[in-house]
């Protein structure tokens, strides 16, 4: 048991070394294919549809179309670029069927 133990952690810490290096499985470059945000540079993973295949993209500037967090790590829009606020339906049935789309907004602007 503790052969296999010692085997994993040092399996995981081969690929974790390799992953950041090569971005096999986090660091990933937009256009890559992913299966969560955590996995992109840019913490946008990215699919068009439910049916196409998901990759790193940027995350929305001012005045596009964003969600908020997601539930499943996968956007149909990404959220907005750090300092801006995505002005959506935050509703929990939103979240689930991922249809709260909003628009990015400087906080600053809106408030005037």
């Known amino acids: 048991m503790e052969r ?3 085997l994993l952690l040092l399996s995981l810490a081969v690929a974790q070394s390799f992953s950041h290096q090569r971005g096999l499985i986090f660091n990933l470059d937009n256009g890559e294919l992913c299966l ?3 996995q992109c540079k840019s913490n946008c993973c990215h699919r068009t549809s439910g049916l196409s ?4 993209a940027n995350k929305a500037i001012e005045f596009e179309e964003c969600s908020p ?3 499943y790590g996968v956007y149909y829009k990404c959220p907005c670029e750090q300092g801006l606020t995505c002005e959506a339906d935050n509703s929990l049935v939103g979240s689930i069927t991922n249809t709260n789309y909003g628009i990015c ?8």
């Open 36 to 38: 969560q945000s955590a």
């Open 69 to 71: 967090k997601s539930l």
């Open 105 to 112: 907004q400087d906080p600053q602007n809106s408030s005037k």
């Open 4 to 6: 296999t133990l010692v």
């Open 53 to 56: 295949l998901a990759r790193c």
